[in-house]
C-alpha cells in the first residue's frame, strides 16, 4: 500500500492521508520545500530535521546537468549525496526545459535543449527522465510533460497535451520495466496538463487514469493565470482524481492557495516563495508577509513573528535581521529561510490538526483574521 | 582575578590559563573567530556552540557605522542581539579606520575618517572608543590605536607610537572612571605598537606596563611582513611582558604561525583566515588547506577532513561540496565555514591538551607530519 486515507474532513473534500515511500512516510496535507540543486538553499539538512520537513522536492533537469546523475548514483543517491533522510519527489525537469534552457525544439521522440549553464545539447526523452530520476535515488518520481505558459492557444494546448499523454504512456511502461525486480520501489506521478482548457483537462485526466499511476499532479497552473482562472480548474476536475491516490498540485502557492486547494481535496504542494522571498527579505508571518529590510523595524524588539516558536523566532529579533540584511550578512538569508520555511512547515501541520478535528473553516478563519493577503 | 595560569608548559613559554569575563570564563590558549557585523559570517550561534567557540572578536568600527552602538544598547547588547552567551571581545576600529576608510586625518585628539559605506564623517577619540564598547556591552575592550602599515619608515612609526600611547593612557583613565560602579566590569586590553623597529616596541610596551589594563595585544604585525621579522619581534618582547596578564596577538593567523606564537608565550588569537578562505572554498584539513572547488574532488567521498569529527565531516562529502560551490549554492558556504572554524578550535583545544601534558613538541611534530605547509 502506498496511500492510505486517515481521515475525510465532514466539512468539505479534505483528507488527511499517509503517504509511503521507499524513505518513510509522508504525512499529508504537505508542503515540499525546493531543493532544486541538491539543497534547500541556506540550510543543511539538520535544520530540515529540526523543522519538521518531511518532504523535500529537487529537479532532474538541474541535476543532470550539475553534478550529473551518474555522479550523484555512485555516491550512493540523493539521499545521501545531500545528507537527507526524508522523502525527495524529484521533478521531471519539464518545466525547467521550457522555462529556463534555450533553442528548444520538441520533437515526439522528446525534447532537445541547451544547458542553460554552458551551452551543452541536450536530448531528454520520458525513457530517459525516468532512468535519470530512477539514478538519483529518488522516492517519488514525475513524468516528462510539456508546460505551455499562459496564455495557450487551444491548438497549441491541445497538440501539447497529446505529447504529453504519450509522454506518460512511455514514462509509465519504462518504470514499471524498470522497478520490476524491486523490494521496495520508488512511486511514479503523472502530471495533468491542458492549460486553462478545461474539456482539455478532462480529456488528458481520462488518459492518465488508463494507467495505475501512484499519484496525480496538476501541471500547467500558477504560470501566470488569474486566481480565478486557476480555482476554476481546480473546482471541475478534482472530482476526476481517484479518491485513493495522492493529487499535487505544482509550484503553489500562497498560504491563501494551499487553503483553497486543500479544501477542494489536493494533498502535496510545492514553492519557491517561502525561501526565494526569504533572500530577498520578504518573510511570511503570522500577520502577513513583512518585508524585513523595512526602516520600521529598525529598532524592533520583536521576532520575525511574535506568534511563531522557532529557532530564529525564539531568538532573534527583527532589529537583528534588518541589520543583517542591511550589512549584506549570509546569516540574513539563513535565518529568514528557516523561519519562512518553518511558518510553511508549521502551518501545514496545523492544518492537518483543524481537518482531524473537522474544524477546518473555523481554523481558515481565524487565520485570516490575522494574516493579511496583499 | 581576572586571569589565572593554570599550568606552565615544562618545554617552553607556552601556558594553559583561564580568562574570567562578564560573560564567563575562556580557555587559553585560544582563537577568536571574526564577527565583524555582530555575526560569523554565514554560521548561526547555535553552530558557534556546537562547535565550541568560547570567545568571538567583534568590531567598533562596523558596528559604529552599521547599526551604530546605541541601537545595540537599546536592544541589550551585543551579546543579546547576536544571541551569542560566550565572550566578545572587541577591536577598537584603529585597524580599519586606517585600512578601509577614506580620507582619515589624525590629530592628537584623536581621528577624522569617512565611512566606507556612506562617506559620512566621523571622529574617533580614545574615549569615544571606549564609550562605544562599552555601549555594545563588550567582555573584553581595546584601545584606540593606530596601526601603521608595512613598511613604515621609523620616523613615522616612532610618531604614530607616540600618538598610540597618549590614546591608550586616555584610554585607560576613561574606561577606569566609566566602569567605577560596575559590580562585574569588563576587561580592557592595551595594544603594542612600533611597527618592526624593536626599541620603539620596547619603548612602547614600557609605557603602556605604567597602567593595570587586564591584558596586551600586539597589534601592527600580520600587516605583510616577512614571517622572520615578526617571529624576531616576538621573541624579542614577549618577555617584557607580565607573566600574569593574557598576551593576545591581532590578526594571526595560519597554524603554523599559532603554534610559533603559543610556543613562545602568546595566549590569545583572532583571524579572518578560516571563515574568509571558506567562502572561496579553501578550507583547512589535517593534511593543509585544500581548495574544494578542485576537480580532483568531483567524485571524491572523502568528509573535507578525514581526521575530522565535526557536523560537516560526519554528514558530507568532498563530491558534494565542490557540487554546491559549483552550483553557487549558499550552503557551500556555510559547510566549508562551519568545518575551518571547527578546524581552528578543534586545533586550539588539542594544543591545549599538549601543553597540560608536556608534550606541545610531539603534538607539533605529529601534527606538521600530516599537515603540509604552502
Redesign the interface.
Known amino acids: 500500500m502506498k496511500f492510505k486515507i486517515i481521515k475525510k474532513s465532514k466539512e468539505n473534500k479534505a483528507r488527511i492521508s499517509l503517504l509511503y515511500t521507499p524513505h518513510g512516510e509522508v504525512e499529508l496535507p504537505n508542503f515540499m520545500p525546493v531543493a532544486s540543486?541538491?539543497?534547500v538553499?541556506?540550510?543543511?539538512?539538520?535544520d530540515l530535521k529540526e523543522i519538521g520537513v518531511q518532504i523535500i522536492v529537487s529537479n532532474t533537469y538541474?541535476l543532470h546537468l550539475?553534478?550529473g546523475e551518474d555522479?550523484i548514483n555512485?555516491?550512493g543517491g540523493l539521499h545521501k549525496?545531500?545528507?537527507f533522510e526524508g522523502v525527495i519527489l524529484t521533478d521531471s525537469g519539464g518545466f525547467q526545459v521550457f522555462s529556463l534552457s534555450e533553442l528548444r525544439e520538441v520533437k515526439e521522440e522528446g525534447v532537445e535543449f541547451k544547458s542553460h549553464i554552458d551551452g551543452k545539447k541536450i536530448f531528454f526523452t520520458p525513457e530517459k527522465v525516468v532512468e535519470i530520476q530512477l539514478k538519483l535515488g529518488s522516492d517519488i518520481l514525475m513524468v516528462l510533460d510539456e508546460c505551455p505558459s499562459y496564455p495557450s492557444d487551444k491548438a497549441y494546448a491541445e497538440k501539447s497535451l497529446d505529447l504529453t499523454l504519450k509522454w506518460a504512456e512511455r514514462s509509465y511502461k519504462y518504470f514499471k520495466n524498470a522497478i520490476l525486480k524491486e523490494e521496495n520501489p520508488p512511486l511514479i506521478f503523472a502530471i495533468s496538463q491542458g492549460s486553462t482548457y478545461l474539456d482539455l483537462r478532462k480529456k488528458g485526466i481520462e488518459e492518465i487514469l488508463k494507467y495505475e499511476f501512484d499519484g496525480y499532479a496538476i501541471g500547467g497552473l500558477a504560470v501566470g493565470e488569474p486566481t480565478e482562472v486557476r480555482e476554476e480548474i481546480i473546482l471541475n476536475i478534482i472530482d476526476l482524481f481517484p479518491e485513493d491516490k495522492p493529487r499535487y498540485i505544482m509550484g503553489v502557492g500562497y498560504p491563501e492557495d494551499i487553503f483553497f486547494c486543500i479544501e477542494h481535496g489536493i494533498d502535496l504542494f510545492d514553492c519557491v516563495l517561502p525561501t526565494r522571498n526569504a533572500r530577498t527579505g520578504l518573510v511570511f508571518t503570522s500577520q502577513g508577509k513583512i518585508r524585513i529590510k523595512n526602516s520600521i523595524f529598525?529598532?524592533d524588539?520583536n521576532p520575525l513573528d511574535p506568534e511563531c516558536d522557532c529557532?530564529v523566532c525564539k531568538?532573534?529579533?527583527r532589529?537583528?535581521i534588518r541589520?543583517?540584511f542591511?550589512?549584506e550578512?549570509?546569516?540574513a538569508?539563513?535565518?529568514a529561510s528557516y523561519h519562512s520555511v518553518y511558518f510553511y512547515i508549521n502551518l501545514m501541520k496545523k492544518i492537518r490538526k483543524s481537518i482531524k478535528e473537522d474544524r477546518f473553516y473555523e481554523f481558515k478563519k481565524r487565520f485570516f483574521e490575522k494574516y493579511k493577503v496583499d
Open positions: 540543486q541538491g539543497t538553499k541556506t540550510l543543511p539538512p539538520k538541474h550539475r553534478p555522479l555512485k555516491m549525496f545531500m545528507n529598525a529598532d524588539e529557532y531568538n532573534f529579533t532589529a537583528y541589520h543583517l542591511n550589512a550578512e549570509y546569516l538569508l539563513y535565518l
